[in-house]
C-alpha cells in the first residue's frame, strides 16, 4: 500500500504563485512509477492536472506554461509548483500514484484545496 500526504494549498490572489507537496510513504512505495496531480472544483469532475514518470511529463492544456510538476529521485515525493494563478485554478487538488507507467491514479492522498480570489 502507498500513503500520500499533500501540503502547501492555500489562498492566493490571482496571478499569485503556490506550490504544493506531496509525500509518499508506506510498505510498498518502492513500487511506484508514476506520479500526478488531479483537482476537483465544486460540480465538476476530477481532473488530470499532471503527471510525471521515468518515461515522460505531461500537463493538460488547461495549465501549460503556468504549472510545474517535479519529483525527488526517489520517486517518493512530487511537488507542482503554480504560477500565474487563475480564479478558474480554484479547486480541491489531490496527489496520485501508480505502480504502472500507463497509469496515474492507483493510490489517492486526501486533497488539498487551492483557492484563488481577490
Known amino acids: 500500500q502507498v500513503e500520500l500526504v499533500e501540503s502547501g494549498g492555500g489562498l492566493v490572489q490571482p496571478g499569485g504563485s503556490l506550490k504544493l507537496s506531496c509525500q509518499a510513504g508506506g510498505r510498498t512505495v518502492v513500487n511506484i512509477k508514476t506520479l500526478a496531480w488531479y483537482r476537483q472544483a465544486p460540480g465538476k469532475q476530477r481532473e488530470l492536472v499532471a503527471s510525471?514518470?521515468?518515461?515522460?511529463?505531461d500537463y493538460d492544456d488547461a495549465v501549460k506554461g503556468r504549472f510545474t510538476i517535479s519529483r525527488n529521485g526517489g520517486l517518493n515525493a512530487v511537488y507542482l509548483q503554480m504560477d500565474s494563478l487563475k480564479p478558474e485554478d480554484t479547486a480541491l487538488y489531490y496527489c496520485a500514484a501508480s505502480e504502472s507507467y500507463y497509469s496515474s491514479n492507483d493510490y489517492w492522498g486526501r486533497g488539498i484545496q487551492v483557492t484563488v480570489s481577490s
Open positions: 510525471i514518470s521515468n518515461l515522460r511529463t
